[in-house]
């Protein structure tokens, strides 16, 4: 009996909310957005005439035609790499140290991105743009006697981008660590002179030395 | 036709509610009114699902045209703050560490003379020849005719009475001839052997007092 009952009441009040709900779901129902962007394969193209722009760390913009489609997150040592019909143009790369990603950009379509490692709070990487000064795809470091495959150095005090384990819980001594494959293939694409646009960690200005 | 499906369920499972009640007075107002209740309670469900949607649909469509969004998608997320260690402490540019000894070991000098173990030796053998036999006379023998193998093979034969020959004991070197030999020297950090003798010791006096207690004496530990 109590159950009946209650099922009633439940009922009404879900019927008075279903006409309310309905009716303001007619009056104020949003025009449906306008389509800027097709997934075209394991691409995102934006149309012409909309073509969003990403922010530089010094406040410039760079236009965007198209990004790799990766519809998950990517894991430590994760990469994709397509630049398949992908024109000739400027390379640049974008490394996010807060979303721990890098982009490499060629014109305005992006042709590879993968996972990274940055330096601890001790050594941190620098943020900033900065044009790739030297290319060593057999490098050893003089100042921590590693292997440093690939390297791709950013400043003149040693930083610099190349191969390493990406794996959860690793940081580096202010370089930015990429995947072996990945960095083999940014290797090949990069040469002296492209920029480097490194964002910071964090949002806070004063947390970062640049 | 899934929809009259859904509703003759719903009636049912009304209905079932109804004959539970059927006993009660109100029993026959109640029946319909839990079917139109189930059947409102599906109609809402159903409108809520389709509002969420197209709010989900029009968040993915304005996330698809801004490339940042993207990017921040396929994040594996922030670095957490646990991944902060510095690594490769060796090459920080710290100076090597240097461990000592617990205590100071002194090797003898060629300086030693090599004359007072000789000296030494007739008053050393009697004891361990009588002990020991043949065997050790004649492996003292050599040392008489060669002094500079003294210190090293004289102190297994007077310190350690073992037949083996004492493997610790020519390391250690017969500094002192005419002396008692106090080798292997005594290291600050007792050997595992010594450990396990003082535990044993202390195991054994321990169950000695447990034992010469006696007749058990009355608990007290619960009584508090």
Known sequence: MRYAWGIAMFGGLALAATVAFGGARD??????????????????RFLAGHLPTLTMPDGATRQVRSVLNTPDA????????????????????????AQQTVSVFRGGDEIGTAVILYGTDGKPTPTGTFPILEKAAEHRSTLYDAEMPFMLRLTGDGVAIHASAVRQGAATHGCIGVPPAFAER????????????????????????? | MLWDDAKGMIADYGSRIGLMVRSSPLAPVAKPLAAIGGVSAAALATIMLFSTSTAVESALASAMADPAAILAARSPGARAPGALTQTKLA?????????????????????????????????????????LGAPVAEATDPLVTSPGLVPTTLAPVSGVTGVGGGGGGNTGGGGGGTTTP????????PEPSTWLMTILGFFT??????????APLPRTVEAR
Do not use: C
């Open chain 2, 182 to 189: 106090v080798d292997p020297p005594v290291s600050a950090v």
């Open chain 1, 74 to 97: 990517m894991h430590y040592g994760d990469y994709r790499w397509n630049d398949d019909g992908v024109a000739d143009g400027p390379v640049w790369v974008r490394v996010d140290l």
């Open chain 1, 186 to 210: 940014l290797f090949a694409v990069v040469k002296r002179g492209d920029p480097v646009a490194i964002l910071p960690a964090r949002t806070d200005p004063a947390q970062n030395r640049t």
């Open chain 1, 27 to 44: 009056r104020a129902a949003p025009p449906p957005p306008l389509p800027q962007s097709a997934i075209e394969g394991d691409r995102v």
């Open chain 2, 205 to 214: 006096a321990g169950l000695g007092l447990r034992r010469r207690r006696g």
């Open chain 2, 91 to 131: 090459y920080a540019h710290k100076a090597p560490v240097e461990r000592a000894l617990g205590q100071e070991r002194t090797r003898p000098t060629a300086a030693t003379p090599a004359g007072t173990p000789v000296a030494a030796l007739p008053s050393a053998l009697p004891v361990t020849q009588q002990a």
